[in-house]
């Protein structure tokens, strides 16, 4: 009895253990199921509240004029990202390798008058192009808006789940970036300056100096490569500008009869666009292929128009114009009114085409030209080198810089309009 008696407590003293350590277990349990409970309702409100922004963003959006604004420098929120860390380098538009070291053109956001720019999330617009294509077609200008989407979409992804490559027997054409693997979604560039066939097609072997010829009634040739797209974005004005006169072609490049003639450039860019407008309609699914236009890209040639002395250009600029309104003469608003025109066209016979009006925004931006800092083909001559005037490129934009800006506007368009 007495070994029995000395043992009873022992055993309680067990009993009791357990039973704290069962009672444990039954509230760390509980609080893993309270804890997945608030997680499920976190996020189920987060994604209500992001529909809730959404929402918001669009009622506010809808009323206001994007491209009626200012420009504001802030350090903060831009760039979007650094040139060092796009692990695409593009030549020709990356100015800090190339040397400059004056870097506030990099930091200017624009402000619209009546609402404010939604910040770009890239994963956002990176899932929303899984299995799709999403294709810039242009010249070199739309092909710098090309690299400013490929360095913002690239942030969110993973080391070796990007790349840039051309694609197959199209490399004269177009180049491909890969973006995570399993997404099967491609952001691509089309080179095509004039839209339909010329003969400066090749986007490596051209010159806007060399005699240009142009069909401006010959367009498959590069549609046949647009037509899956789920994405357009067009652009064309700067290889026009180039000449009063354009000499244009009856037929095929390849006929031994090839007869031409020569139109005036105004003429010969409407009826390239009734071309592009009448492809358009035959072969885009208005329900599946959202289409876009950017508007012409200014140049900042002629200092004497914002108050510099005659001869000067964007060279050395690091501060953008501003006097309100400011509009260059190199500028070609008629060229707007025939795209305005063509759009139109198209609004009434129920495919739409949202113009995407980056002139007046980017006018006041001679500070972002690539200028001196970039990379030249060819060699310059001693002449050239003793007045960097004379070949500061201000036609061109720096990456990161004011194609960032054209990029969350249209990113704006893709989802909220």
Not at 176 to 184: D, P
Not at 202 to 229: C, L, M, N, T, Y
Request: hydrophobic content about 35%.
């Amino acid at each position: 009895m007495a070994s029995a008696t000395q043992i009873a407590p022992k055993e309680r003293g067990l009993r009791c253990c357990s039973n704290i350590r069962s009672m444990l277990w039954l509230l760390l349990a509980a609080l893993l199921i309270a804890v997945v409970c608030i997680h499920r309702e976190s996020k189920r409100w987060i994604d209500h509240n992001d529909d809730d922004d959404d929402q918001t963003a669009k009622s506010s959006l809808s009323n206001c004029n994007l491209f009626s604004g200012k420009w504001v420098y802030d350090d903060n929120s831009h760039p979007l990202y650094r040139e060092q860390t796009c692990s695409f380098k593009f030549d020709g538009l990356a100015c800090e390798r190339s040397g400059r070291k004056n870097l506030r053109y990099q930091h200017w956001r624009w402000q619209p008058n009546a609402c404010d720019l939604p910040r770009f999330n890239a994963m956002k617009m990176v899932e929303s192009l899984r299995n799709k294509r999403f294709l810039f077609v242009g010249d070199s200008l739309t092909r710098s808006q090309w690299a400013s989407m490929a360095c913002l979409l690239e942030s969110p992804i993973p080391s070796g789940q990007k790349s840039v490559y051309p694609d197959g027997s199209l490399a004269v054409f177009k180049m491909k970036i890969k973006l995570m693997k399993g997404y099967n979604a491609t952001v691509e560039h089309y080179w095509a300056p004039y839209l339909v066939e010329s003969s400066s097609d090749h986007p490596i072997i051209h010159s806007v100096k060399s005699e240009q010829i142009v069909r401006v009634k010959a367009i498959e040739k590069h549609g046949k490569h647009w037509r899956d797209a789920d994405i357009l974005v067009f652009n064309t004005f700067l290889w026009w500008r180039s000449r009063t006169k354009f000499k244009v072609l009856w037929g095929s490049f390849k006929s031994p009869n090839k007869v031409y003639e020569e139109i005036e450039m105004h003429r010969a860019v409407e009826m390239a666009l009734d071309t592009w407008s009448d492809w358009l309609e035959t072969h885009v699914n208005p329900s599946k292929t959202k289409i876009y236009w950017v508007s012409m890209s200014p140049t900042h040639e002629r200092g004497e128009e914002w108050g510099r002395p005659r001869g000067e250009t964007c060279y050395n600029e690091t501060e953008p114009i501003w006097i309100e309104g400011y509009q260059g003469s190199e500028s070609d608003p008629r060229i707007m009114q025939l795209v305005e025109a063509a759009i139109d066209r198209l609004g009434r016979k129920g495919l739409k085409v949202q113009l995407i009006n980056i002139t007046q925004l980017s006018e006041y931006r001679k500070d972002a030209h690539t200028s001196i800092n970039r990379k030249y083909w060819g060699n310059l001559t001693e002449e050239q080198l003793a007045d960097p005037r004379s070949y500061a490129d201000c036609v061109h934009w720096c990456v990161p810089g004011l194609p960032d800006v054209w990029n969350e506007l249209l990113y704006a368009y893709i989802f909220h309009f």
